[in-house]
């Protein structure tokens, strides 16, 4: 399955564009991060355990390992949620949303080491590439306050996504989808919820504002657009789903520019151009032969992790 099937292409463009919209709700519904990122982590658990309630069963047969997995999981979703919605409050917009581009660079290097995904020479350009376009986006948050701070709670938020998408592969290809939203997100949003308390962050008395543009940001880029890209973890290359990330920095920045009178310095957009070049042009040049060979790895290691019980 060198191309994916029409329908899983439309999916994962959608699920792009509905992500893209984040960025600019997280800045709109000015709430602190932590509460932000666990009221929509909960919400999106709860809607989807409302769709499809009977379902939530196939949850009593999971084992301990891949319990184990599904709180792994969560750990990471909700820590890429914090790290990446407080680096608003100490980096640019554009460096926050930019900087996103460094998922598809983990996820390389993840899926190379994790899953045996061959990338070749490609792979170390784009490293390179990487490498140079991020350093042309700190040199440019060198003199704001905390700039550095908020590039690296970005950064962090890159690596937690990349290997929540990892630990969660197997689940995928076990249980079905609403459950696994369900379950993943509410663990994250119960997890967060209990660490604004303990941090003293207030989870409630916002304006209504506020909540309504969480409840945007928890039915369009969480609901719909991480629901996509969750949907496609067994469908597509481990490598594929990150690297579509690299679309949402730039239709968040245009977001930003139309609804809250961002801008973005040449040295970020230089940055950030780099960063995208390089990860389109290191990781986006596979043989067809090679990726059918990878695909055809994935669905064996899918078929073996069935016939497994959870232990």
């Given at each position: 399955?060198?191309?994916?099937?029409?329908?899983?292409?439309?999916?994962?463009?959608?699920?792009?564009?509905?992500?893209?919209?984040?960025?600019?709700?997280?800045?709109?519904?000015?709430?602190?991060?932590?509460?932000?990122?666990?009221?929509?982590?909960?919400?999106?658990?709860?809607?989807?355990?409302?769709?499809r309630p009977k379902?939530?069963?196939?949850?009593?047969?999971?084992?301990?390992?891949?319990?184990?997995?599904?709180?792994?999981g969560s750990v990471?979703?909700?820590?890429?949620?914090?790290?990446?919605?407080?680096?608003?409050?100490?980096?640019?917009?554009?460096?926050?949303?930019?900087?996103?581009?460094?998922?598809?660079?983990?996820?390389?290097?993840?899926?190379?080491?994790?899953?045996?995904?061959?990338?070749?020479?490609?792979?170390?350009?784009?490293?390179?590439?990487?490498?140079?376009?991020?350093?042309?986006?700190?040199?440019?948050?060198?003199?704001?306050?905390?700039?550095?701070?908020?590039?690296?709670?970005?950064?962090?938020?890159?690596?937690?996504?990349?290997?929540?998408?990892?630990?969660?592969?197997?689940?995928?290809?076990?249980?079905?989808?609403?459950?696994?939203?369900?379950?993943?997100?509410?663990?994250?949003?119960?997890?967060?919820?209990?660490?604004?308390?303990?941090?003293?962050?207030?989870?409630?008395?916002?304006?209504?504002?506020?909540?309504?543009?969480?409840?945007?940001?928890?039915?369009?880029?969480?609901?719909?657009?991480?629901?996509?890209?969750?949907?496609?973890?067994?469908?597509?290359?481990?490598?594929?789903?990150?690297?579509?990330?690299?679309?949402?920095?730039?239709?968040?920045?245009?977001?930003?520019?139309?609804?809250?009178?961002?801008?973005?310095?040449?040295?970020?957009?230089?940055?950030?151009?780099?960063?995208?070049?390089?990860?389109?042009?290191?990781?986006?040049?596979?043989?067809?032969?090679?990726?059918?060979?990878?695909?055809?790895?994935?669905?064996?290691?899918?078929?073996?992790?069935?016939?497994?019980?959870?232990?």
């Amino acid at each position: 399955m060198p191309n994916p099937p029409a329908r899983t292409i439309a999916i994962l463009a959608v699920g792009t564009l509905a992500v893209s919209t984040a960025a600019p709700l997280i800045k709109l519904a000015q709430m602190p991060a932590v509460a932000v990122a666990g009221w929509r982590c909960l919400l999106c658990g709860l809607i989807y355990a409302a769709v499809r309630p009977k379902e939530l069963r196939a949850l009593r047969t999971m084992g301990r390992r891949d319990a184990a997995r599904l709180a792994l999981g969560s750990v990471l979703l909700a820590a890429h949620f914090a790290l990446w919605i407080s680096a608003f409050d100490h980096t640019s917009y554009a460096s926050a949303v930019l900087l996103l581009v460094m998922q598809p660079v983990f996820g390389a290097l993840l899926g190379m080491l994790c899953l045996g995904e061959r990338h070749g020479a490609r792979t170390w350009i784009a490293l390179a590439g990487s490498a140079g376009g991020l350093a042309l986006l700190v040199r440019g948050d060198l003199d704001q306050p905390g700039g550095l701070f908020g590039d690296g709670l970005a950064v962090a938020a890159c690596l937690t996504i990349a290997f929540f998408y990892l630990a969660v592969r197997p689940l995928r290809a076990r249980y079905p989808f609403a459950p696994f939203m369900a379950s993943c997100y509410g663990l994250a949003g119960l997890l967060l919820g209990a660490v604004s308390i303990a941090i003293g962050s207030p989870l409630i008395g916002f304006p209504d504002a506020s909540w309504g543009y969480l409840a945007a940001l928890v039915l369009i880029p969480t609901v719909v657009g991480h629901a996509c890209f969750n949907w496609a973890i067994p469908r597509v290359r481990f490598f594929t789903i990150n690297l579509l990330i690299v679309l949402e920095p730039a239709i968040a920045i245009l977001l930003g520019v139309a609804f809250l009178d961002e801008r973005a310095t040449p040295l970020q957009l230089g940055g950030g151009a780099l960063l995208g070049l390089a990860v389109v042009a290191g990781l986006g040049g596979r043989r067809p032969e090679k990726e059918r060979e990878e695909v055809e790895e994935a669905r064996s290691e899918e078929e073996r992790s069935r016939g497994e019980p959870g232990t």
